[in-house]
């Protein structure tokens, strides 16, 4: 399960409050995503990025924000703007994006808004 | 936007049963078909993928089939066990527009009884 790790495992928010998801990798991999889990809702995809320096919004990006200062780290930070905050989030990488390569997930971060 | 339906959501089956989960994406020109695996609390997992220039393909027990003229793919599972107990979803990667994206179905709940 190494390559890509996410932190923390649960993490708790009060309303109002920013709070950071912190996702790793060490696969040398150029794309990263940010995925939502909700019961029944699949996986809907927040932001992604190709490349260091460059991402774009997915489906679901409001109230969301995201850096790519490394290859290595893709943190998301979930902002007061967020209404519905409360799910399972999933980080992802891949290699090149339009290739066929296979996208890994890290084990995921659980966010509860108290 | 791309759209992928799958069905059933739910699906329960007597060990050593088949079982089949179906998927359906309206974008023609969506290249790639993977299908994730996810047991609880845990990671999604690529299990087995096609790509459009393929009809099926087989690993040990579970297999994949494409009919890119009705636009579906179908998961098939063989001699189930309980250990194929999981949510299966569906992804398919649409056209240079979509950046070459995952879109994921929204899961199918695999219950195989001893």
């Known amino acids: 399960d190494g390559g890509i790790t996410q932190s923390p495992k649960y993490l708790f928010r009060k309303e109002g409050q920013n709070v950071t998801l912190s996702c790793e990798q060490n696969?040398?991999?150029?794309?990263m995503y940010w995925y939502r889990q909700d019961p029944g809702q699949g996986l809907r995809l927040i932001y992604y990025?190709?490349?260091?320096?460059?991402?774009q919004k997915g489906d679901i990006a409001e109230g969301y924000s995201v850096s790519r200062e490394k290859k290595e780290s893709f943190p998301l930070t979930v902002t007061s703007a967020q209404k519905n905050p409360t799910a399972f989030y999933l980080c992802?990488?891949?290699?090149?994006?339009?290739?066929?390569?296979?996208?890994?997930f890290g084990p995921g971060t659980r966010l509860t808004v108290l | 936007g791309e759209n992928v339906e799958q069905h059933p959501s739910t699906l329960s089956v007597q060990e050593g049963d088949s079982a089949v989960i179906k998927c359906t994406y309206s974008?023609?020109?969506?290249?790639?078909f993977p299908w994730y695996k996810q047991e609880l609390g845990k990671r999604p997992q690529l299990i087995i993928d096609?790509?459009?220039?393929?009809g099926e393909k087989k690993d040990q027990r579970i297999a994949v089939t494409l009919n890119k003229t009705a636009k579906h793919f179908s998961l098939h599972i063989t001699e189930t066990q309980p250990e194929d107990s999981a949510v299966y979803f569906c992804?398919?990667?649409?056209?240079?527009?979509?950046?070459?994206?995952?879109?994921f179905g929204k899961g199918t709940k695999l219950s195989v009884k001893p």
């Open positions: 696969l040398n991999h150029d794309a």
């Open positions: 992804a398919t990667r649409g056209g240079g527009g979509s950046q070459g994206n995952l879109i």
């Open positions: 974008d023609s020109a969506s290249n790639y």
């Open positions: 992802a990488s891949s290699g090149r994006q339009l290739s066929y390569n296979e996208q890994f």
């Open positions: 096609i790509r459009s220039n393929v």
């Open positions: 990025s190709q490349i260091v320096n460059d991402f």
